[in-house]
């Protein structure tokens, strides 16, 4: 019998932090355009809702996703909006997307990576080697 993972990808960079502080596991941060950044869709299809991302991350990170995206229907409210905005200031300062970032629970960097071939496969074997 398969067993599904469902993740929460939190917006709150302050939720995220103190999360992985509790739990002592490195934050995932995504800077996504969902619904127009071709490579940040294909990203989210091929990696992030395979199951076995799903099953490795339900154990070893907590999930941040800072969205941008261009579409009236998906638009966020002001102040997720603002917070991403800053968190794009302090880790994306050249608007890059999709960009990833392998964060410890201080929020410090420890690696990044954009959309790369491989599946989710690859990005465990990156993460797994960067945290």
Request: proline share 4%; with cysteine; aromatic share 10%.
């Amino acid at each position: 019998m398969a067993v599904a993972f469902l993740l929460i990808w939190l917006t709150s960079f302050q939720q995220a932090q103190d999360l992985a502080l509790e739990e002592q596991k490195p934050i995932l941060l995504v800077f996504s355009g969902s619904d127009w950044c071709r490579p940040c869709i294909q990203l989210d299809r091929e990696v992030f809702q395979d199951s076995a991302f799903l099953a490795f991350a339900a154990i070893e990170l907590v999930l941040l996703k800072a969205d941008f995206p261009r579409s009236r229907k998906n638009r966020l409210a002001e102040e997720q909006k603002a917070h991403n905005e800053r968190l794009a200031q302090r880790y994306n300062p050249k608007g890059e997307f999709p960009l990833v970032l392998l964060l410890d629970a201080n929020g410090q960097e420890l690696a990044r990576t954009a959309y790369r071939s491989g599946g989710a496969a690859a990005f465990i074997q990156f993460i797994q080697e960067n945290r």
